[in-house]
Structure formats: C-alpha cells, structure tokens
C-alpha cells in the first residue's frame, strides 16, 4: 500500500529506539545507575505502545507516544549536561544518577575501551566499604560515552517523534472521512436511528430485458414488477374468494331445491 510508507518506517524507528533503550538499560543496571533505569523502564513502555498504536491504527497511543518522546529528549540533554558537567553541575558532588544513595558511577568508568583499572591501597579518600581506584589508558573517557549515547537517543527521537505525528496526521483524516461517509466509528458500530421527519422511499433498480432478436432493451423497474406481482396477487384471491363464495351459494341453492321436491311425509 503507499501508505504503508509512514507506518512502517516509524516501526523500524521505534524497533531501533527499543534496540538502544534495552541496551542502555543493560549497562545503568551494571552501573547500578538507578534514574536512568526507571527512565529506560518507561520509555521501553512508551515504545512498545508507539508500536502497538502504529499496527492498529490508534492514533491517540501515537499521541501519547509523541509526548513522551518530548520528555525523552529533555531528559537526555540533562544527561549531556550533568556527564560534560555544564553550568554548576558535577559528577564529583552530585549523585543524581543514584538517588544520593550510593557512591557508583557509571559501567563505562571501568570498562571503557582500553581503560586500565588500578586499585589504591590504603588510601585515606576510602569510605567504608568503598574502595579508590585509579584508571588510566582510557581511548574515551566514560563522559563521553554517556554522552554519545544520550545523543544517540535524541536522534532517534527526534525521527521518531516526526514519523509519529505524521502518522497520526493521517490516520485521524482517515477516522473522520470514514465517519462522514457513515462508517464505523472508532469504538463499535453504531445503528443509525430513525426519525419522524425522515420519508422512506423505494428504490428503484432498472433492469434490462432481452428482447427476441438479442437486443437488450430498457425494462420495468424491480419496484413497478412487484407492484404489478402484488396487485395480480390480490386480483387472483379476490377471484378465489369470489369462486368460493360462488360454490357455497350453488351448494346451499341446490340442498333447498332437493329438499323442496322431497314428498311430504305420509299422515296415517
């Protein structure tokens, strides 16, 4: 179908959306990196509904979709910020990421490509149950990775969020010209209901009849051939009851007759 262009390449956009959240999420939970999880847990559920919505034609799921998808963005560029520390934020002071419940940073500080993860013993910066470590060698630091991969979602995003109310778009025009023409609506078929003012009338259908020689020309109307049937009908029982009621009478005058040439009976 040549709608079928919108649709299935918002489909690919939101498989490849649900792609990249699913392995995002695999590393914030290595990172124990517990805001960015509960935001990769909905935004997992907004896509499979922006897909759902996207196969069954409902445009309010894109709707929902396409708003989320607005805080999706402004939740990444606040990740941006906070790893490239902008403005007043840090990573050394602030641990948005976890809530302030725990010292962890991200999966990527340690097993970034080529990082090299040296242990500090006996360091005074140890906390309790907490251990210093040094790395160095790292080909990109963790920031960046952070930052690259947020950016990542926002370009997906951002497609997606067009693809989505493009769609949308169209599938409400095809809701309301469908309903204009007395289709079905969205939630159900509903009858139509008759009104007082309303006049049925007959619909006629011309049919055409073979004539001897092969030459199809103009009959009668289906509507004035059963007018015709219905008015033979009634001639036809106004004759049998005129034939019965012949009958009866001849009956009756025949019974009087023979009793009338009965002889009387005999007085002895």
């Given at each position: 179908?040549?709608?079928?262009?919108?649709?299935?390449?918002?489909?690919?956009?939101?498989?490849?959306?649900?792609?990249?959240?699913?392995?995002?999420?695999?590393f914030?939970?290595?990172?124990?990196?517990?805001?960015?999880?509960?935001?990769?847990?909905?935004?997992?559920?907004?896509?499979?509904?922006?897909?759902?919505?996207?196969?069954?034609?409902?445009?309010?799921?894109?709707?929902?979709?396409?708003?989320?998808?607005?805080?999706?963005?402004?939740?990444?560029?606040?990740?941006?910020?906070?790893y490239?520390?902008?403005?007043?934020?840090?990573?050394?002071?602030?641990?948005?990421?976890?809530?302030n419940?725990?010292?962890?940073?991200?999966?990527?500080?340690?097993?970034?490509?080529?990082?090299?993860?040296?242990?500090?013993?006996?360091?005074?910066?140890?906390?309790?149950?907490?251990?210093?470590?040094?790395?160095?060698?790292?080909?990109?630091?963790?920031?960046?990775?952070?930052?690259?991969?947020?950016?990542?979602?926002?370009?997906?995003?951002?497609?997606?969020?067009?693809?989505?109310?493009?769609?949308?778009?169209?599938?409400?025009?095809?809701?309301?010209?469908?309903?204009?023409?007395?289709?079905?609506?969205?939630?159900?078929?509903?009858?139509?209901?008759?009104?007082?003012?309303?006049?049925?009338?007959p619909l006629?259908?011309?049919?055409?009849a073979?004539?001897?020689?092969?030459?199809?020309?103009?009959?009668?109307s289906?509507?004035?051939?059963?007018?015709?049937?219905?008015?033979?009908?009634?001639?036809?029982?106004?004759?049998?009851?005129?034939?019965?009621?012949?009958?009866?009478?001849?009956?009756?005058?025949?019974?009087?007759?023979?009793?009338a040439?009965?002889?009387?009976?005999?007085?002895?």
């Amino acid at each position: 179908m040549g709608k079928c262009s919108g649709r299935c390449t918002l489909v690919a956009f939101c498989c490849l959306q649900l792609v990249a959240a699913l392995e995002r999420q695999i590393f914030d939970f290595l990172g124990y990196q517990w805001a960015p999880i509960l935001a990769n847990f909905l935004h997992i559920m907004a896509v499979i509904l922006g897909i759902f919505g996207t196969v069954q034609y409902r445009s309010r799921y894109l709707i929902l979709y396409a708003a989320w998808l607005v805080l999706w963005v402004g939740w990444n560029a606040f990740i941006i910020c906070f790893y490239l520390e902008v403005g007043q934020l840090s990573q050394d002071r602030d641990f948005i990421m976890t809530f302030n419940t725990s010292l962890h940073r991200s999966w990527w500080m340690e097993n970034g490509p080529g990082c090299l993860v040296t242990p500090v013993l006996n360091s005074r910066l140890a906390l309790e149950d907490h251990h210093v470590i040094s790395v160095t060698g790292c080909l990109l630091d963790y920031p960046y990775i952070e930052a690259l991969s947020s950016a990542l979602q926002i370009f997906l995003a951002l497609f997606g969020f067009v693809f989505a109310c493009y769609v949308s778009k169209v599938f409400l025009e095809e809701e309301d010209s469908f309903d204009f023409i007395g289709g079905f609506d969205s939630y159900g078929y509903q009858a139509p209901q008759k009104t007082s003012h309303l006049q049925l009338q007959p619909l006629y259908t011309w049919v055409m009849a073979q004539s001897r020689v092969g030459w199809k020309v103009p009959g009668v109307s289906v509507g004035e051939r059963r007018a015709r049937r219905s008015r033979e009908e009634a001639r036809s029982l106004r004759l049998n009851t005129w034939g019965s009621t012949s009958l009866t009478c001849f009956f009756f005058r025949q019974v009087r007759v023979a009793s009338a040439r009965r002889p009387p009976p005999r007085l002895d």
